[in-house]
């Protein structure tokens, strides 16, 4: 098969993955989602084929935000991931990978795997099977109603099917600006809502992780869930002068500041943040989530208690 034909192929397999993903969030009276062009969930797919590891982590290290990032993404992102593949009881009463020795046909017969069969069985289990194992968490991900995009990635041999569904958050315009000058931070974004959500923006958080290494991957590769690292800042609009914001709690581990530009009108943002010098980032990852809530298109201007994050963006200050 050429190259061409692979991505043909490639092409009708995510088709078929995004058309059964629209079948279920149809039946829940939920928006179809448009597929996305981002890269990161097939780089990720390919290389859990390469591994025959099911992990969130990158072999690099990377969360997937950070390799959405990497690649260019601008929005939210969310990850699914689920594998077909043949395995044997192990004396642990549990699983061992054992794909690769379908190749020796002498003692094994492993019939090649139906991609398009694999496709449809991986989405009913993350629908219909996932309360006992993940607690729903793909089932969520997957009916999560402030989806716009999924950017899917497949890898598959004849014995081993792997696909990475990335749910994405996409809300900003596509020339939208981000800019990082030492520790001051500016976005130039206008919002896209073409479902009439009515977003405010609420606040800005910044999480820091550790710099990706292979050994966070070895540490976390069969780790079933991931988050976001530390929180460290909370940023919200300026007060007038005799108000200032006030913590709740003892929780010393995250400070909340105030923006040094907090500009929204209608549906342009315009924000300049400037990093603490308390804060070191050095060799490290900070991730700005950006989070709104919505009115909604009622007359009664009735704010949701829910804090939606309309995009996530990853710094890398190595």
């Known amino acids: ?40 969930a097939q780089i990720h797919a390919d290389q ?8 969130h982590w990158s072999i690099e290290g990377f969360k997937p935000y950070m390799l959405y990032s990497l690649y260019n ?34 003692k094994f017969y492993c019939p090649v795997i139906d991609k398009y069969k694999a496709i449809a069985d991986l989405q ?28 899917i990635g497949i890898a598959y041999n004849e014995y081993y099917f792997v696909m990475v569904q990335n749910f994405e958050n996409h809300y900003l315009s596509p020339d939208l600006k981000i800019k990082k000058s030492n520790d001051d931070i500016k976005l130039e974004a206008r919002i896209n809502d073409p479902d009439r959500y009515n977003f405010v923006i609420n606040h800005v958080s910044f999480f820091l992780d550790e ?25 919200s609009k300026p007060l007038p002068a005799n108000l200032k914001y006030v913590q709740e709690g ?13 500009e929204l009108d209608k549906d342009d943002i315009n924000l300049e943040i400037e990093i603490p ?3 070191d980032t050095k060799n490290k990852v900070l991730t700005m989530v950006i989070y709104a809530q919505s009115i909604g298109d009622n007359s009664l201007n009735e704010i949701s208690q829910d804090y939606i994050p309309l995009t996530s963006y990853s710094f890398f200050n190595s």
């Open 73 to 106: 993404g601008t929005g939210y992102v969310q990850q699914n991931v689920g594998q077909i593949s043949y395995v044997m009881p192990d004396n642990d009463k549990k699983f061992r990978q054992v794909s690769d020795l379908c190749y020796d046909h002498t």
């Open 277 to 279: 010098d308390t804060l």
């Open 1 to 40: 098969m050429t190259s061409k034909e692979q991505l043909d192929s490639l092409q009708k397999l995510r088709s078929f993955a995004l058309s059964k993903i629209n079948e279920d969030r149809k039946h829940y009276g939920l928006t179809s989602l448009v597929m996305s062009n981002n890269t990161a």
């Open 211 to 235: 710099f990706p290494t292979k050994l966070n991957y070895d540490e976390n590769k069969n780790v079933s869930s991931y988050r976001f690292g530390d929180l460290k800042l909370m940023v």
């Open 124 to 151: 009913h289990s993350m629908m219909y099977n996932d309360l006992q194992c993940c607690n729903d968490g793909h089932k969520n991900n997957i009916l999560n109603k402030y989806h716009t995009h999924v950017s």
């Open 250 to 262: 003892d929780d010393n581990s995250y400070k909340i500041i105030e923006a040094k530009k907090w």
């Open 48 to 55: 859990i084929l390469k591994t025959k590891t099911l992990s």
